[in-house]
């Protein structure tokens, strides 16, 4: 499966972006999906995790209460709404997805496929 992430950007600490991930080349709907990030100088942590049927969401308990992921299997899509961004929130996003059925959601060695990331700014 091939995955685009989009919809980053630059914002002012209190506001909202809402994040993208398409999906293309296998049915959708067998993949879990997860969202990592990256910050400048640090390595990459898990952000939120949705399974194959838009259950079981999970989040880092950095932004638990601030985002929510959802998904959207008709259109082949997963989102992450992000509310409140603060400037520690500054990253690259991913989103990914595993090959396998075993895995542990906050684990990005447990996925195999990887969107190009999208750039986040948060100013304070």
């Known amino acids: 499966v091939q995955l685009q992430a989009s919809g980053g950007g630059l914002v002012q600490a209190g506001g909202s972006l809402r994040l993208s991930c398409a999906a293309s080349?296998?049915?959708?709907?067998?993949?879990?999906v997860a969202w990592f990030r990256q910050g400048p100088g640090k390595e990459r942590e898990f952000v939120a995790f949705?399974?194959?049927?838009?259950?079981?969401?999970y989040y880092a308990g950095s932004v638990k209460g601030r985002f929510t992921i959802s998904r959207d299997n008709i259109k082949n899509t997963v989102y992450l709404q992000m509310n409140s961004l603060k400037p520690e929130d500054t990253a690259v996003y991913y989103c990914?997805?595993?090959?396998?059925?075993?895995?542990?959601?906050?684990?990005?060695?447990?996925?195999?496929?990887w969107g190009q990331g999208t750039q986040v700014t948060v100013s304070s």
């Open positions: 949705i399974g194959r049927l838009g259950n079981s969401p």
């Open positions: 080349g296998r049915t959708f709907s067998n993949y879990a």
């Open positions: 990914a997805a595993p090959s396998s059925y075993y895995y542990t959601a906050h684990n990005p060695k447990d996925y195999d496929y």
